[in-house]
């Protein structure tokens, strides 16, 4: 079992900046990859970023150059850095944790971009 926590979420102007961070706990050792997705209302969950064991991180082009996802192996929390951010990026987000057996998903935090 994995249990993921998020934090940072909140209201930020257009052009801002916000980090999201998600902490992980139980069976860290399984893991293959972590990752941030975000689901509007009425919309299917879309990958964000991810980044695999091994370093290797990819992202989704609407936030390429604008989001930086990274993990700290110390604390077991990965981090999902978020600048020049757009109306559009509002959503909740969702830390994810993927083994060879399971998806595991944090509650969510929500992420509003507003003037």
């Known amino acids: 079992q994995v249990q993921l926590v998020e934090s940072g979420g909140g209201l930020v102007q257009p052009g801002g900046s916000l980090r999201l961070s998600c902490a992980a706990s139980?069976?860290?050792?399984?893991?293959?990859?972590m990752g941030w997705y975000r689901q509007a209302p009425g919309k299917q969950r879309e990958l964000v970023a991810r980044?695999?064991?091994?370093?290797?991180?990819n992202y989704a082009d609407s936030v390429k150059g604008r989001f930086t996802i990274s993990r700290d192996g110390a604390s077991n929390t990965m981090y999902l850095q978020m600048s020049s951010l757009k109306p559009e990026d509002t959503t909740v987000y969702y830390c994810?944790?993927?083994?060879?057996?399971?998806?595991?998903w944090g509650q969510g935090t929500q992420v509003t971009v507003s003037s």
């Open positions: 994810n944790a993927v083994n060879q057996v399971y998806d595991y």
């Open positions: 139980g069976s860290i050792f399984s893991i293959n990859a």
């Open positions: 980044i695999f064991r091994g370093g290797t991180t």
